[in-house]
Nanobody
Framework: QVQLVESGGGLVQPGGSLRLSCAAS????????MGWYRQAPGKQRDLVAV???????NFADSVKGRFTISRDHAKNTMYLQMNSLKPEDTAVYYC?????????WGQGTQVTVSS
């Protein structure tokens, strides 16, 4: 079992920045990769970024050049640094982690970008 808890969401103006955190606990030594997804009201849940245990990353086209994903293995925490935020980034952001083909999800944290 893996438990995931997101934090760091909130209200920010366009052009601003936020850093989301995802704290992992449980059988964390078996996590292969972790990622961030987001879901706006009435929309599908879409991939934002992923990172493997080896540090390989990938991003959705909509956030390339603005978002950075990282992991602090000592703290069992994954981060999503979000810069140059746009109103279109408004969504609930979810952390996930994969153990083999099994995927675990956090409860989500709200990000609202508005002036």
């Amino acid at each position: 079992q893996v438990q995931l808890v997101e934090s760091g969401g909130g209200l920010v103006q366009p052009g601003g920045s936020l850093r989301l955190s995802c704290a992992a606990s449980g059988n964390i030594l078996r996590i292969n990769h972790m990622g961030w997804y987001r879901q706006a009201p009435g929309k599908q849940r879409d991939l934002v970024a992923v990172i493997t245990s080896g540090g390989t990353t990938n991003f959705a086209d909509s956030v390339k050049g603005r978002f950075t994903i990282s992991r602090d293995h000592a703290k069992n925490t994954m981060y999503l640094q979000m810069n140059s935020l746009k109103p279109e980034d408004t969504a609930v952001y979810y952390c996930n982690a994969a153990v083999g083909t099994i995927v675990y999800w956090g409860q989500g944290t709200q990000v609202t970008v508005s002036s």
